[in-house]
């Protein structure tokens, strides 16, 4: 089955400085990668997912990159701020069956 | 369009109690997931239902059980509790495809003393 490795756990960072995520995936045939930020008391919500066809996709100041070949995709945030401060989730599919599954998270600190 | 909906909020249980834990998905979303969030294991993966049939299980054990009603709306349970099995509960619905994007709902918080 899939598994998927996230890195760092816990990122601080100054605001307006970039903050970058990395994951690693093992199953070689996931075509599906979304990311997920969860605030305090709430459930995570989707940020920016890229599909396997596209090496990198960009939404204002989030952005993801994809290797296949390397098994491993990045987030990026630009220009940080204080609301950007919540735990990170990248997830990878499962595709022995219809599941997500999600590596154990990044805590960012960004600080005013 | 509401969202995921989860009830209730929080739980407070008893070992040795069951639970039942529900969930209305986004109106259209015929699959719903479950999932355990815990502080050392992260988000694990209870099971999915699509069209009231399951169609994927995690690693959990038979203690822990869902359904999926006709309009969608799912229910899992959790028999005979024990202390570990304190955690968040998120429940999440999507279109079903295999890259469809999960929507959660803010979780119920079960507590086991």
């Known amino acids: 089955g899939e598994n998927v490795e996230q890195h760092p756990s816990t990122l601080s960072v100054q605001e307006g400085d970039s903050a970058v995520i990395k994951c690693t995936y093992s199953?070689?045939?996931?075509?599906?990668f979304p990311w997920y930020k969860q605030e305090l008391g709430k459930g995570p919500q989707l940020i920016i997912d890229?599909?396997?066809?596209?090496g990198e996709k960009k939404d204002q100041r989030i952005a993801v990159t994809l290797n296949k070949t390397a098994k491993h995709f990045s987030l990026h945030i630009t220009e940080t701020q204080p609301e950007d401060s919540a735990v990170y989730f990248c997830?990878?599919?499962?595709?022995?069956?219809?599941?997500?599954?999600f590596g154990a998270g990044t805590r960012l600190f960004v600080k005013a | 369009k509401a969202g995921v909906t989860q009830t209730p909020r929080y739980l407070i249980k008893t070992r040795g109690q069951q639970v039942t834990l529900s969930c209305s998905p986004i109106?259209?979303?015929?699959?719903v997931s479950w999932y355990q969030q815990t502080p050392g294991q992260g988000l694990q993966f209870l099971f999915e239902?699509?069209?009231?049939?399951?169609?994927n299980k995690g690693n959990f054990p038979g203690r822990f059980s869902g359904r999926q009603f006709s309009n969608s709306r799912s229910e899992m349970n959790v028999s005979t509790l024990e202390l570990g099995d304190s955690a968040l509960y998120l429940c999440?619905?999507?279109?079903?495809?295999?890259?469809?994007?999960?929507?959660f709902g803010n979780g119920t918080r079960l507590t086991v003393t």
């Open positions: 890229i599909r396997s066809n596209v």
């Open positions: 109106s259209g979303h015929r699959s």
């Open positions: 239902y699509f069209s009231e049939t399951q169609r």
């Open positions: 997830a990878a599919i499962d595709t022995g069956g219809f599941k997500t599954i």
């Open positions: 999440a619905s999507s279109l079903g495809a295999m890259d469809s994007p999960l929507h």
């Open positions: 199953d070689s045939a996931s075509n599906y």
